[in-house]
């Protein structure tokens, strides 16, 4: 038995410093992985290469991770759901949506929910909620209904799709790499559609009733536009000869306009002042940065003697037909981590930035300073054709309306086609899923569906190495003995309780994790946990139960993130497009993670039995 030396202590500390760097987001979820891997180079903790002796391998080396079949899996599903996009089959979807959805709140969030749901058990949920996000927007506004009420049940019915299948959800793939390492049986395809199917159809129902009643009726990033006092805005503008703010005192004119307003900051020839507002009398080209609230940013965008500055360096936008949009930083955007100022924005995109909204953080600087973060939403103004370019890149997500994907034509019936060989094949068994998978998004780039750069570009690189870094962790914790020790502390605690109990336990420690840090990174550390687990349970007088039921509970708790906005990347997509505030996510979230533990919970133990 292993004891604790300072290998396992080292590990330990990893362990802690990478939930630590998850939890207070000091990096990329992907760079604290990979930094975990370093680290574990660094210090020896693994050999690189497997040690082999007589023929057989005695300790797995570093290098060992690269060849677990779930990444690969990962990366050729990106691939083939950009298939599905690029051949129209999603777009096709969400104009069957526009046409049988109706005007019926009701209607509209079943058929949405089913639609995503449907999708979403066989290709990544991202790109999904991505295209029906401004059909959904534009579907409100058409028919007079609150994106609030639609967006999270979009979210949410991504995610319970993706627990119906294996590769549902990159979780179910991890898990499922992870267990086979560890001489557990591979999971098919359908293996988890009788458990899947009775979660979607608890989430449908609740979302249908009391989620509905729990959902705020709360107007979008589009709507803001219209008065809302609840909401702010931070913007910038320069004063011109003919404002009727010059020689007066702010307190008199703009905070007299504007109830509720803030000025920041007032510069005048390059310095802040820093007269009292109730004394400081404005000039000409003076420039104030100020927090708004709801319709004052287009009232005083439109107001005479103001103008922003983007405007000053740009006369011909005056003559031009200009669109005001609205749009979310992507994940995988360029612009994450810079500002507004670095990235020279109206210089390079041709557009300017009218505000910056970021729930759940107060802004108090210069926004073309704020560093931006995935999830923020920019309100943004230009010529149709900049707005156009705009769409075109990985930056935004635009969801004033519906990003217009160049389909490839004749190939939808392909695309379909690839998609459900590959299912079929994996339902059957006919080759392990990885290799079916690779060949599926082979077959997406030969029959040109999309091409090998398109093919590059979609895999979500960051995940994949998230999960290269976290199985590199999960092997020092084997092999230096910490995740035997750590079983044996739990099971020093949860030892005299009955499997019905730790199965519980497992379900909601993964759940509640989930909605803190990655969930992946979750699924490749507590799988070996879990195994070793099962094996020191006492059941019916023998030592050891089957871990099947646990890997179940850990796939089905990975999944069931519904309780934050930060936990699940379309959870975040919906966030900032809903106008949704922190608070509504575990009001609507938390009930749903209840019901579904004790769902999982009684029928884990009857669908996949201990012994």
């Not at 639609?115 to 909620?129: D, R």
């Not at 999830?375 to 930056?395: C, H, K, S, V, Y």
């Not at 392990?432 to 040109?448: E, G, H, T, V, Y």
Request: glycine share 8%; with cysteine.
């Amino acid at each position: 038995m292993p004891g604790i030396n300072l290998p396992v202590v080292l590990v330990v500390i990893l362990i802690i410093g990478v939930a630590l760097a998850f939890f207070r987001e000091w990096g990329s979820p992907d760079v604290v992985a990979l930094s975990a891997l370093g680290v574990i180079i660094l210090f020896g903790l693994l050999p690189i290469s497997d040690v082999i002796r007589d023929g057989v391998i005695i300790e797995r080396g570093l290098l060992s991770v690269f060849s677990n079949g779930a990444p690969i899996t990962i990366a050729a599903m990106f691939v083939l759901s950009t298939g599905l996009e690029r051949t129209g089959a999603i777009d096709a979807m969400g104009k069957i949506f526009t046409r049988v959805a109706g005007k019926s709140e009701l209607r509209v969030l079943l058929v949405l929910m089913f639609m995503c749901a449907l999708l979403s058990a066989f290709i990544n949920n991202t790109p999904i909620v991505v295209v029906f996000l401004p059909i959904v927007l534009a579907h409100a506004r058409a028919t007079g209904l609150k994106a609030s009420k639609l967006l999270i049940p979009l979210s949410f019915a991504s995610i319970l799709g993706g627990t119906c299948t294996l590769t549902g959800t990159s979780t179910n793939l991890i898990i499922d790499g992870v267990a086979q390492e560890y001489g557990q049986r591979a999971f098919t395809m359908f293996e988890m559609s009788k458990l899947g199917l009775v979660y979607a159809a608890i989430g449908f129902v609740y979302l249908a009733t009391i989620g509905r009643k729990l959902l705020p009726n709360r107007s979008s990033l589009a709507e803001m536009l219209e008065p809302q006092p609840d909401r702010d805005f931070l913007t910038q503008f320069v004063v011109e000869k003919e404002s009727n703010l010059i020689g007066k005192p702010l307190t008199e004119t703009l905070l007299k306009e504007f109830p509720g307003s803030q000025v920041l900051e007032v510069r005048r020839r390059g310095r802040n002042l820093e007269t009292s507002l109730d004394q400081l009398e404005i000039r000409e080209m003076d420039r104030l940065l100020v927090t708004l609230h709801g319709s004052s940013i287009k009232h005083l965008h439109e107001s005479e003697g103001v103008r922003f500055p983007a405007q000053a360096h740009l006369r011909e936008l005056e003559t031009r037909e200009l669109k005001l949009i609205e749009g979310i930083v992507g994940p995988r955007s360029n612009l994450v981590g810079k500002t507004l100022e670095e990235i020279g924005f109206r210089r390079n995109f041709g557009v300017h930035v009218l505000a910056i909204h970021r729930q759940g953080m107060n802004l108090s600087k210069d926004f073309n300073r704020v560093r931006l973060a995935f999830g923020d939403t920019l309100l943004m103004e230009g010529p149709t054709e900049a707005i156009n370019r705009l769409q075109q890149t990985r930056d935004f997500v635009i969801i004033t309306e519906p990003t217009e994907v160049k389909i490839i034509p004749g190939k939808l019936r392909i695309g379909i086609a690839i998609t459900a060989a590959f299912i079929l094949g994996a339902s059957f068994q006919i080759l392990p899923i990885p290799a079916l998978a690779l060949l599926a998004a082979l077959a997406m780039i030969l029959f040109r569906c999309v091409t090998a750069h398109q093919a590059y570009e979609a895999v979500q690189w960051n995940i994949v190495f998230l999960i290269f870094g976290m199985l590199a962790l999960g092997l020092a914790m084997d092999q230096t003995g910490t995740a035997r020790l750590m079983v044996e502390g739990i099971m020093h605690v949860f030892g005299n309780f009955s499997p019905f109990v730790i199965l519980a336990v497992v379900y909601l420690l993964s759940s509640t994790l989930t909605e803190l840090i990655s969930n992946n990174a979750v699924a490749a550390l507590l799988t070996p946990i879990v195994i070793g687990i099962s094996k020191s349970i006492e059941y019916g007088g023998e030592i050891g139960v089957d871990p099947r039921p646990f890997i179940i509970a850990l796939m089905f708790g990975c999944s069931a993130s519904f309780a934050t906005p930060i936990g699940y990347q379309t959870n975040t997509y919906v966030y900032g497009a809903g106008g949704y505030q922190f608070k509504d996510f575990p009001r609507v979230g938390v009930p749903l993670n209840l019901i579904l533990w004790i769902v999982a919970s009684i029928l884990i133990p009857i669908l996949w039995p201990f012994r």
